[in-house]
């Protein structure tokens, strides 16, 4: 039931892009992405529904493919700050139970 | 308030004693759940009400954990006789019905 994130980690250069992804075997109703940063509480970054629609934030932008079970988090030119760990969260039918993977960690170096 | 509060901020517990942590949402949100994160993983789902029913507590590792929102605002979750492996940061986070999970700062336990 837990979603599958990839990769484990990434470690990039001010500027370059990244892909995260997030997987599961079940089907989803909807899927939240967070950011933590060490020591921190995570952050909410955007929320997906079933409908593979794509929402952005900034030079964050994501993605669901409903038919794949599946999303993405794209960041582009990356910043300093962009540095955490991104945990997707899924929910199944209509819960409000959200279920975390277990986090893919972003360093970006000047 | 401006946020999820939660306290202590800090808590270490000789192994058998017991813990309360007290979880102080944002005003109106009507969902409260509870997360245990380990170090270096990702948060795990424990619990959660809405308003003051309790509506999942299949992630609560066992009947020494027990949780309560008695009036559908303040929560305290509640270990019993803890043990080492209930050391972890226990994170509280409301919502408006299904939408974006506000987290407070958590409660770092250390069991002893």
């Known amino acids: 039931q837990q979603p599958v994130q990839s990769p484990q980690a990434v470690i990039l250069r001010e500027g370059e892009d990244a892909v995260i992804n997030c997987s599961s075997s079940k089907a989803l109703y909807s899927v939240h992405w967070y950011r933590q940063k060490h020591g921190e509480a995570p952050v909410f970054l955007m929320i997906?529904?079933?409908?593979?629609e794509q929402k952005g934030h900034e030079k964050i932008s994501a993605s669901f493919n409903e038919k794949k079970q599946q999303s993405s988090l794209y960041l582009t030119a990356s910043q300093l700050s962009y540095s955490g760990t991104y945990f997707c969260g899924t929910a199944q039918g209509g819960s409000e139970k959200l279920v975390f993977g277990k986090g893919t960690k972003l360093t970006v170096n000047p | 308030g401006a946020g999820v509060s939660q306290s202590p901020r800090y808590k270490v517990a000789k192994r058998g004693q017991d813990v309360a942590l007290r979880c102080d949402p944002i005003?109106?949100?009507?969902?409260l759940f509870w997360y245990q994160q380990a170090l270096g993983q990702g948060p795990e789902f424990l619990t959660y009400?809405?308003?003051?029913?309790?509506?999942?507590k299949s992630g609560l590792p066992s009947d020494r954990f027990f949780a309560e929102r008695p009036e559908g605002s303040v929560s305290t979750l509640k270990i019993q006789r803890t043990q080492q492996e209930d050391s972890a940061v226990y994170l509280c986070a409301s919502s408006f019905r299904g939408a974006k999970l506000f987290f407070g700062s958590g409660t770092q336990l250390s069991v002893l």
């Open positions: 009400f809405q308003n003051e029913a309790q509506l999942d």
């Open positions: 005003s109106g949100h009507v969902s």
């Open positions: 997906l529904l079933k409908g593979g």
